[in-house]
Structures are given as C-alpha cells and as structure tokens.
C-alpha cells in the first residue's frame, strides 16, 4: 500500500513552467505504477499522464504531449511531473495515483490517490 502526497502546486503565468511532486510513503512504491490527473472547477477528472513501475515506459494525455514530462525516482518513493508552456486551460487541482499495473489513462484502475494541489495559470 502507497500514500501518495502532491506538493509543487501554485500560481504561474502563461507560458511558465511547473514542477509538481509526488511523494508516497510505503515501501513498495516501486512496485506500483503511477500517474497524473487533474479536475478543473466543474468538470470531470481527466488523466494527464503515467508512468511504469520501472520508468521504462510513459504515456500522456494529447492535451499535454511536448510540454509535460512524467518521470521517477524509486530511490526516494517520489514522481515528478514537469510542466512547461503552461496554458490557462492546465489549470486545475492536480492528483497523483497508484496502480498495481501500467493502465495509462483508465482512471479506474488507479487504487490510491493524494489529495491534490492546486495549478492555477494566469494569463
């Protein structure tokens, strides 16, 4: 089991960049697959990018390919998500999540969740 944590969230101008950060507790993080979501005020969770266990392999929303890139460090239990280029449409609270498998974008599949940071992207 994994308790992620997101932190790295906060106010950023058009064209900006970003770095959030998830941290889980757990021994076993790298024995789960992780990713990134978001929720813009009333709408629905969207998924924004995965990881594998190992790092090998990444997968991202179109929305965001070329300006963000997913990344781990199993050494200290944290995933990264650099975001660059921001635009006003990225703003949302950004979740990160755990899955026992590399299921991408199936928002369903993922098991633990953090409780979000806030992105919010003047412009």
């Known amino acids: 089991q994994v308790q992620p944590v997101e932190s790295g969230g906060g106010l950023v101008q058009a064209g900006g960049s970003l770095r959030l950060s998830c941290a889980a507790s757990?021994?076993?993080?790298?024995?789960?697959?992780m990713g990134w979501f978001r929720q813009a005020p009333g709408k629905e969770r969207e998924f924004v990018a995965a990881?594998?266990?190992?790092?090998?392999?990444?997968y991202y929303a179109d929305s965001v390919k070329g300006r963000f890139t997913i990344s781990r460090d199993n050494a200290e239990s944290t995933m990264y998500l650099r975001m660059t280029s921001l635009k006003s449409d990225d703003t949302a609270v950004y979740f990160c999540a755990a899955a026992q498998g590399f299921y991408r974008d199936l928002v369903d599949k993922y098991q633990y969740w953090g409780q979000g940071t806030q992105v919010t992207v003047s412009s």
């Open positions: 990881i594998s266990r190992s790092g090998a392999s990444t």
């Open positions: 757990g021994r076993t993080f790298r024995g789960y697959a």
